[in-house]
């Protein structure tokens, strides 16, 4: 399905992108978008704050809405009025980033211990 950074997708075209790839986000109201549970408003931070790093390295901005213990993310392309690759790509890059858990992966990076609420960042899926 290769198509022009900046063309709108369809709906269909989307959904069955976001199932194959993508399965905890969704299609709402023109906007893809995931709520990412945190541990606490340290781990909201975290998370915020990847995903601006990442936005800005892409080029590309999402909206994010934040509370104390989670963290919407919504992405659209204006200029194409819709979804368009670059929402679905930096979409799963935000996924891989924020879901990354290196304790399970094994090797030297241990990731942040389990059951500590001191070290607790994201709630995994």
Same mark, same amino acid.
Request: proline letters at 4%; aromatic letters at 10%; hydrophobic letters at 40%.
């Given at each position: 399905?290769?198509?022009?950074? =900046?063309?709108?997708?369809?709906?269909?075209?989307?959904?069955?992108?976001? *199932?194959?790839?993508? #399965?905890?986000?969704?299609?709402?109201?023109?906007?893809?978008?995931?709520?990412?549970?945190?541990?606490?408003?340290?781990?909201?931070?975290?998370?915020?704050?990847?995903? @601006?790093?990442?936005?800005?390295?892409?080029?590309?901005? #999402?909206?994010?809405?934040?509370?104390? *213990?989670?963290?919407? $993310?919504?992405?659209?392309?204006?200029?194409?009025?819709?979804?368009?690759?670059?929402?679905?790509?930096?979409?799963?890059?935000? =996924?891989?980033?924020?879901?990354?858990?290196? @304790?399970?992966?094994?090797? *030297?990076? =241990?990731?942040?211990?389990?059951?500590?609420?001191?070290?607790?960042? $994201?709630?995994?899926?």
């Amino acid at each position: 399905m290769a198509r022009a950074p =900046e063309q709108a997708m369809s709906e269909a075209e989307v959904k069955s992108w976001l *199932a194959a790839n993508l #399965p905890s986000w969704r299609l709402e109201d023109g906007w893809i978008r995931r709520t990412y549970k945190t541990a606490s408003w340290k781990g909201t931070l975290m998370v915020i704050n990847t995903i @601006g790093h990442l936005a800005e390295a892409a080029w590309h901005h #999402p909206d994010l809405t934040a509370s104390y *213990a989670w963290v919407e $993310v919504r992405l659209m392309t204006h200029t194409a009025k819709g979804i368009t690759m670059k929402d679905l790509e930096l979409a799963k890059r935000i =996924e891989e980033v924020v879901q990354w858990q290196p @304790g399970k992966e094994g090797g *030297a990076l =241990e990731g942040t211990p389990a059951g500590d609420m001191r070290f607790s960042y $994201v709630k995994y899926d």
